[in-house]
């Protein structure tokens, strides 16, 4: 069955950068739009960007622009996903999720990993 | 970016009850509409996509209808495991946007 698989809880300083990975197994990795999602504490949810693993094309929200960096190794079956300059409003969840069935609805998701930005 | 309006914010409702929960898109978005369901400490997971299209596994006691900017997701018989966070989502537009979520519990 698929599966997408994130990398562990992070603590990190303001201003250091962090790099998230999502394993992915069950399905072809290069068919599938692999996107990623934000979501802080009490919030909903916001949409970072996409990465087409086939061609290593993407797509920002702009919002996270200069923020987010999406990478994926076809080798290994795995996107990452790079936050930079981080403050305290990048503490928050941060989950994969594929989408190709239907441009942009997002049929399979990681379990998430938690971001915490402190001193 | 188009806004997505959610309501309510939280909902509680009995066992066997059928709740509606509404969005609303600040433009047209054409039926491009997917709901999800996220229980407590678990990520989302998609149930309906098109407005109305039920997602493989998911119980047909959800269904979804609507067009335009205006749309729902209708659960029947309220079962204790539907006790979770629902968005709801455009896929007409990017940026993706989601809706604030509704919070359904159980009276």
């Known amino acids: 069955q698929v599966q997408l698989q994130q990398s562990g809880a992070e603590l990190v300083k303001p201003g250091s950068s962090v790099k998230i990975s999502c394993k992915a197994s069950g399905y072809t990795f290069t068919s599938y739009d692999m996107h990623w999602i934000k979501q802080q504490p009490g919030n909903g949810l916001e949409w970072i960007g996409w990465i087409y693993p086939g061609n290593g094309n993407t797509k920002y929200n702009q919002k996270f622009n200069g923020k987010a960096t999406l990478t994926a190794d076809k080798s290994s079956s795995t996107a990452y996903m790079q936050l930079s300059s981080l403050t305290s409003e990048d503490s928050a969840v941060y989950f994969c999720?594929?989408?190709?069935?239907?441009?942009?609805?997002?049929?399979?998701w990681g379990q998430g990993a938690s971001v915490t930005v402190s001193s | 970016d188009i806004q997505m309006t959610q309501s309510p914010a939280s909902l509680s409702a009995s066992l066997g009850e059928t709740v509606t929960i509404e969005c609303l898109a600040s433009?047209?978005?054409?039926?491009?509409l997917a709901w999800y369901q996220q229980k407590p400490g678990k990520s989302p997971q998609l149930l309906i996509y098109?407005?109305?299209s039920l997602n493989d596994g998911v119980p047909s006691r959800f269904s979804g209808s609507g067009s335009g900017t205006q749309y729902s997701l209708k659960i029947n018989s309220l079962q204790s495991e539907d006790v979770s966070i629902y968005f709801c989502q455009q896929n007409y537009d990017s940026p993706w946007t989601f809706g604030g979520g509704t919070k359904l519990e159980l009276k």
């Open positions: 999720a594929r989408s190709g069935f239907m441009y942009g609805v997002m049929d399979a």
């Open positions: 098109y407005a109305n």
């Open positions: 433009e047209d978005i054409y039926s491009n």
